[in-house]
């Protein structure tokens, strides 16, 4: 495996359901991310972890829990969540900043749909 | 809060046509870079522009930037079908070294290239 790797890659789930994404980095990189992307909306910032800190987007909703044992993985626990939490969610990962460009490294997305 | 916009949101260009999205963004900041997605895929890096003045080329595709301005811009020239994608640029405006990447996405120009 190389890059940045996300399962599943489809998800349909009922609002009552509990599921979880997994996102998994084979790039040495010390930082990762959630990134969820709506139909027409801008790719919203959802978590980040690394080595010194985890920030969470204020605006996110606590029915999302993320998740990070290590600097390889990054899970994001899903419950009880709404229709309009239907998106792409997208995975990266970074080296952290200071000599490093900050450049992002994407993974393919687990689609979400909740019924 | 960060802004970033872009535009045009929707280009359909002639193959053999040279064209420019532009990214403005609200804050000060050194860092931008452009991403490319296809539909149903992840998010591909294309530049990372640290500094004002920077220019980067790749084939029919140069993306440069002006601090001072607030404004990226990504130049296509002679366009080819291959490169009918969605196009976003990113912003970071964190200064301080050793702390994750928290970049701002504009919303994407869809770009249609047609024969």
């Known amino acids: 495996e190389t890059g940045v790797t996300q399962t599943p890659r489809h998800l349909v789930m009922g609002m009552t359901n509990k599921k979880s994404l997994k996102c998994e980095q084979h790039l040495g990189h010390n930082a990762m991310y959630w990134y969820k992307q709506s139909a027409k909306k801008p790719l919203e910032l959802m978590f980040v972890?690394?080595?010194?800190?985890?920030?969470e987007n204020n605006s996110v909703p606590s029915r999302f829990s993320p998740e990070c044992p290590n600097s390889s993985h990054l899970f994001l626990h899903l419950h009880t969540l709404q229709p309009e939490d239907s998106a792409l969610y997208l995975c990266a990962s970074s080296r952290v900043r200071g000599a490093n460009t900050g450049e992002l490294f994407f993974g393919e997305g687990s689609r979400l749909t909740v019924l | 809060e960060l802004k970033v916009e872009q535009n045009p949101l929707f280009l359909s260009m002639q193959e053999g046509k040279n064209y420019t999205i532009y990214c403005n963004y609200s804050?000060?900041?050194?860092?931008l870079y452009w991403y490319r997605q296809d539909p149903g895929k992840s998010l591909e890096s294309l530049f990372v522009l640290l500094s004002n003045g920077a220019v980067k080329q790749e084939g029919r595709l140069m993306a440069s930037l002006d601090t001072k301005a607030r404004l990226s811009t990504l130049h296509i020239t002679a366009a080819v079908h291959d490169l009918s994608a969605t196009y976003f640029c990113?912003?970071?405006?964190?200064?301080?070294?050793?702390?994750?990447?928290?970049?701002?996405f504009g919303t994407g120009t869809r770009l249609q290239v047609t024969l």
């Open positions: 990113a912003v970071d405006i964190l200064k301080n070294t050793g702390t994750a990447s928290k970049l701002t």
């Open positions: 972890y690394s080595l010194e800190e985890r920030v």
């Open positions: 804050t000060t900041s050194d860092r």
